[in-house]
């Protein structure tokens, strides 16, 4: 996402939003964000109508990627900013209980599988199939902040 767009989510000014991001240097390497070249700047403005105003801007903006958007939500004093925070906070809260669960379930289905004998193997394979089937590493689609082509 492009700072002025993450800025508007966020409640600010764009000039205001990189004046964070430059005080919180640290916050935001490189391969979190890079700032556009004056050709991607044009294509920029190019594909997408609602950034026709930064045609006249005498910088280029800035680039983030999902990592800085989270890391921006901790630098930002604005409500959007607080509530995201907290909402990210509480999806990796909900994402430990659900694989503290799973592991709890996986210990018992072990106790279970060595109390009784060979014949319930395929079974007890059946179930750890179908526990794991939602948490392999399969090439899941990218998840991104893309702007419709389009806004009217």
Do not use: C, W
């Not at 319930?120 to 179930?127: D, K």
């Amino acid at each position: 996402m492009l700072d002025t767009d993450l800025a508007d989510i966020y409640g600010l000014k764009t000039s205001r939003l990189n004046e964070q991001v430059k005080r919180n240097k640290d916050r935001f390497p490189d391969d979190f964000m890079f700032q556009l070249s004056d050709e991607e700047k044009a294509e920029v403005i190019a594909n997408r109508d609602h950034l026709e105003k930064l045609k006249f801007s005498s910088t280029n903006p800035y680039a983030f990627t999902e990592h800085d958007t989270i890391m921006l939500a901790s630098v930002l004093n604005t409500p959007a900013a607080i509530q995201t925070s907290v909402l990210i906070v509480r999806a990796f809260v909900k994402l430990r209980e659900i694989l503290s669960a799973n592991k709890e379930l996986e210990k018992k289905l072990f106790d279970l599988e060595s109390r009784y004998d060979k014949q319930f193997a395929l079974v007890f394979q059946a179930i750890r199939e179908l526990m794991h089937q939602g948490t392999t590493t399969k090439e899941r689609p990218k998840i991104d902040y893309k702007i419709d082509q389009k806004r009217e």
